[in-house]
Each structure stands twice: as structure tokens, then as C-alpha cells.
Nanobody, 114 residues
Framework: QVHLVESGGGLVQPGGSLRLSCVAS??????MGWYRQAPEKQRELVAT???????NYADSVKGRFTISRDNAKNTVYLQMNSLKPEDTAVYYC??????????WGQGTQVTVSS
């Protein structure tokens, strides 16, 4: 059975930093990543990373967010710096297995506000 468990969300002031973590279990995953969904908006890609550590970022987070993974721990991280109010959203961990099946975490709230 596959489980993705996120942690690290919270309330932070503009300009601050947060680090999200997602521990995955139950499969070997090729791509892993983070998506986010703000109120009344569609879920959007934030960043993805392959098993070989090739990365892809949304233009809105380039230069501010960094995705990384530890294959031995089946864990993906998202370091978020210089946070802005528009980064406020529920952040979801995503993992794709060898059969290209997508799995999702339960989401963690990130709120950027003064």
C-alpha cells in the first residue's frame, strides 16, 4: 500500500522560509514532486524531480524554491525561500511509479502573511 506523508507547512511572514518534506512508502518512484492549490484555483505544478535528480520548476518559483530528494529514504523536500503571499496554498506531494500511476499526499497548508 502506498502512503505519502507531508510535513513542514505552517504560517510564515513574507520573505520567510519553510521546508516541506514528503516521505513515500510502498513503491519505488520515478518522478516525485510538489503541486499546490490556492482557494478557488486549480492545482498547479510547483516542482518535480526525477530519480536521477533532474528538476523542473514553475516559472513563479524559480530562484526561490529548491526541490531535492533522498532515494534511500524515499523522501522529497521542497525548500521555499523568499516566500510571498501568493505562495499561500495547500501543497501536495506527488509520486509516480514505474507504471506511471500517480499518488498524492493529503496536503499541507502554507500561509504567507504578515
Amino acid at each position: 500500500q502506498v502512503h505519502l506523508v507531508e510535513s513542514g507547512g505552517g504560517l510564515v511572514q513574507p520573505g520567510g522560509s519553510l521546508r516541506l518534506s514528503c516521505v513515500a512508502s510502498g513503491r519505488i518512484f520515478s518522478n516525485m514532486g510538489w503541486y499546490r492549490q490556492a482557494p478557488e484555483k486549480q492545482r498547479e505544478l510547483v516542482a518535480t524531480i526525477t530519480r536521477g535528480s533532474s528538476t523542473n520548476y514553475a516559472d513563479s518559483v524559480k530562484g526561490r524554491f529548491t526541490i531535492s530528494r533522498d532515494n534511500a529514504k524515499n523522501t522529497v523536500y521542497l525548500q521555499m525561500n523568499s516566500l510571498k503571499p501568493e505562495d499561500t496554498a495547500v501543497y501536495y506531494c506527488n509520486a509516480v511509479d514505474a507504471l506511471l500511476i500517480n499518488y498524492w499526499g493529503q496536503g499541507t497548508q502554507v500561509t504567507v502573511s504578515s
